[in-house]
């Protein structure tokens, strides 16, 4: 049986007074998935797709992923969410980052 992650693209920005964020640009439910690896690989896919570009480390610098709970993993959460620039520990908590 597989296990739904939550994959999220982060990357870094500065403000016009040189401070640096890291800023989440997206987050991926993957809804089914053998292994943290294959998550990985669709989000990246489908993350690309959805930003209209060839590969997935021209709109991001950075992965986070966070396997979820059966319960949380409902028809309704699987839309994509948009970053709003909020600082990235506002929407993801305890993060294990990927390349």
């Known amino acids: 049986m597989g296990i739904a992650y939550r994959v ?3 990357n870094d920005l500065t403000n016009c007074y040189g401070k640096s964020f890291r800023v ?3 987050s991926i439910v993957i809804r089914f998935a053998r292994n943290r690896e294959r998550a990985i ?3 990246k896919i489908r993350f690309a797709r959805l930003e209209h570009v060839g590969k997935w480390t021209l709109r991001a610098r950075s992965i986070e992923v966070d396997p979820l709970p059966p319960a949380r993993c409902s028809r309704q ?3 994509t969410v948009r970053g709003r620039g909020a600082p990235a520990r506002e929407l993801i908590s305890e993060g294990v980052a990927a390349g």
């Open 8 to 10: 999220s693209f982060f």
């Open 24 to 26: 989440c640009q997206r």
């Open 41 to 43: 690989e669709a989000a």
């Open 77 to 79: 959460q699987t839309r």
